[in-house]
């Protein structure tokens, strides 16, 4: 997949720990920040042109909008009582301002299909990873689990299972995508695509599987109707359809939590509700967080005060299983506009926008399929307040966007 001399020729200390950092994301990503500061260091020997920089942090593209994001986090500390909450907040959303800068100021001679293919390697080292742990522990612990290792926060036991299913559904579709378009290497992406989409359906999580449910079909659907006929593809999407519902329909545990996730948003009860279940809980908290963004639409309670806010409006309204786990908004969107506004919500919407529109404009899948997992798993979990998500969402987002517009360039391939 990568020619290696050519690499070693080519690559400066910037490529390399660009690399280093996507290699870790999925394994050791409380490792990512201490790369990311040996990464800025390697500006002081490869920096990029001014006139490039200046050209980058327009408001057509998304790099600015990040730093912008990283702003209203710090404007938002002067309506915030918990400064310690704030503070310790600031300085895990650092990755927004940290990585438009570096990625604007150096010059990386990485290839889109260096960066795509180190992604899937790095989720096939996690992935195994995680098998390996699963067949051991079955192994030496029967009477616990047995084969319930390879499933839910067992399988997925390197970080969150929503936020492992969502890289893993982003690898499944860009490993099918790489399929159309690589030939030589056509087999290999076929059985990474069947891995992740494997893997993805085991964590059991449900907005990882919404989410691949919902992108797959018509990228799919394009993709072949594009490389072969519409009758091919309409028959592979319900194929899809059908393999999702057998899936889902085999497994009692699996088919047990779609029908809860429906039957708490149907049945859900926003007051003197005690359920701790997913769905009812979320449910709870996206009606919590609206009413608070109702109230403060401008500015938020404060960069600090989103947790104490919630947890005290909750509280009022008798809603004790949340309050006891003192959860967040479970929905970026939601979590934004509770803790900075229209304030936070506006740059953190134009960063997502923007990078949309590059891969409309410079017709790039891999981009489009990118901004639209990201956008999709927002709505059902807060990515950007835990370094899991956060650093990768920046890094990936920000990193394929200046790649594709780099695409004229000679070194570029996209």
């Known amino acids: 997949m990568m020619n290696l001399k050519q690499i070693a020729n080519n690559w400066r200390l910037p490529d390399y720990g660009i690399i280093l950092l996507i290699l870790i994301f999925a394994v050791w990503n409380k490792a990512m920040p201490a790369v990311m500061v040996l990464c800025a260091l390697t500006l002081i020997a490869v920096r990029n042109d001014t006139k490039e920089i200046k050209k980058l942090f327009s408001i057509r593209y998304p790099f600015v909008w990040f730093v912008l994001f990283f702003l209203a986090h710090v404007s938002g500390m002067l309506n915030t009582t918990n400064t310690e909450f704030g503070v310790a907040d600031i300085g895990m959303k650092a990755s927004l301002i940290a990585v438009p800068i570096f990625l604007v100021s150096t010059k990386l001679r990485l290839k889109i299909k260096h960066i795509v293919n180190t992604y899937l390697i790095a989720l096939l080292i996690a992935v195994l990873v995680c098998y390996s742990y699963a067949v051991f522990r079955s192994i030496d612990a029967p009477e616990d689990n047995h084969f319930g290792y390879f499933t839910e926060s067992y399988f997925s036991f390197l970080m969150h299972r929503s936020y492992f299913a969502t890289y893993l559904a982003l690898g499944a579709l860009i490993s099918i995508v790489r399929f159309f378009d690589d030939a030589k290497w056509r087999n290999y992406y076929f059985l990474l695509s069947v891995v992740f989409l494997v893997s993805t359906v085991l964590t059991f999580s449900k907005a990882g599987i919404l989410i691949l449910l919902v992108l797959i079909v018509p990228i799919g659907y394009y993709l072949i109707a594009k490389h072969y006929k519409r009758g ?44 701790f279940e997913s769905s009812a809980s979320r449910m709870i908290m996206w009606t919590t967080s609206l009413q608070l963004f109702s109230e403060h639409p401008f500015v938020g309670v404060g960069t600090g005060d989103v947790r104490d806010a919630l947890d005290q409006r909750n509280e009022e309204l ?6 006891e786990h003192s959860l967040n908004s479970h929905n970026q969107y939601l979590n934004t506009g509770v803790q900075l506004g229209l304030v936070g919500l506006l740059p953190m919407f134009f960063a997502f926008l923007t990078s949309f529109a590059i891969a409309i404009r410079k017709r790039n899948l891999i981009l489009f399929i990118t901004t639209s997992t990201f956008v999709l798993t927002m709505l059902f979990e807060s990515f950007l307040e835990t370094q899991a998500g956060l650093i990768p969402v920046t890094l990936f987002l920000l990193l394929l966007s200046l790649k594709v517009l780099e695409k004229d360039k000679e070194h570029i391939q996209t």
Do not use: K, P, W
């Not at 708490?264 to 003197?272: D, Y």
């Not at 008798?318 to 309050?323: A, D, K, P, Q, Y």
């Open 232 to 275: 091919y593809a309409v028959l592979t999407v319900l194929f899809f359809i059908f393999a999702f519902a057998v899936g889902i329909g085999s497994s009692d545990r699996l088919s047990s939590r779609f029908e809860l996730m429906v039957n708490g948003f149907v049945n859900h009860q926003s007051t003197s509700n005690t359920s």
């Open 318 to 323: 008798g809603n004790l299983g949340v309050v």
